[in-house]
């Protein structure tokens, strides 16, 4: 999902001034939003250009981000900002995981067979380089951790943990099933490693995190003449 917002200059100063427009394949629309059906990776149509693009959580999402971000570029204004928030696959560890861990078979796999179909989920860490080769400025990386289940020893952590555990079970039951089948598993091998997957992940038995990337940067306020 790619969100997009524009600040009409003559409303500047009045509150709520902000057009939001939400492009995605799916539609849930909140109430100060305008929301367009649309895939990200398609020529964009738009009719104006937009002082601020955020895409979060699109990194299993495209075949090839690069034109996702030279579509953002050509669609901002001069001094624009594209920022996106998402995680660093494959994921780390806070502990070796046991050698037979059907969470690392499972995501072992699973990064295989995305690349192979074309959609690799492991180009988040190249964000700021892809950006500043479109001609993005000032680009900033900004680096997290989040694990997936509630084993850090602080409450904040514990409670972000609880609910990144939520998103991982999401991935593993919405997309193995697809992914491995294309890979020529049968159902019943499937089910079995989305129990053991989910058995280890919320048992407890490895400790998961993700790296989280914030990038953000800007399209150079005036562009020099060709
Ligand atoms: C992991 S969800 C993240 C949703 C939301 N951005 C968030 O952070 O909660 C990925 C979203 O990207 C959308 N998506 C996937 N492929 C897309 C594409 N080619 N163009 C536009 N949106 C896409 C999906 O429909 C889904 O809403």
């Known amino acids: 999902m790619v969100q997009i917002y524009r600040q009409f200059s003559q409303q500047r100063k009045q509150k709520c001034s902000k057009k939001i427009v939400r492009a995605d394949l799916v539609t849930r629309v909140p109430l100060n939003c305008s929301f367009e059906i649309d895939d990200a990776e398609d020529p964009w149509l738009f009719s104006h250009k937009f002082d601020y693009i955020h895409a979060r959580g699109v990194v299993t999402c495209f075949k090839d981000i690069r034109q996702v971000i030279g579509s953002a570029f050509e669609f901002l204004v001069p001094g624009g900002y594209l ?37 690799p989920w492991t180009k988040a860490k190249h964000y700021a380089n892809y950006m500043r080769d479109v001609g993005f400025v000032d680009v900033i990386e900004h680096k997290t951790t989040l694990a997936a289940g509630p084993w850090p020893e602080d409450e904040k952590g514990k409670k972000l943990g609880r609910w990144h555990l939520t998103n991982w079970l999401q991935v593993v039951d919405a997309l193995t099933p697809k992914i491995l089948a294309n890979a020529g598993w049968d159902e019943e091998e499937i089910k079995v490693l989305v129990a053991l997957v989910r058995s280890e992940l919320t048992g407890g038995k490895i400790k998961v995190y993700n790296e989280m990337i914030g990038v953000w940067g800007r399209k150079p306020p005036i562009m020099e003449d060709k």
């Open 83 to 119: 920022e996106f928030k998402d995680g660093i696959f494959p994921p780390s560890y806070a502990e070796p995981p046991p050698a037979d861990s059907a969470f690392v078979k499972w995501i072992t796999i699973i990064l295989e067979e995305v690349e192979k179909a074309g959609r």
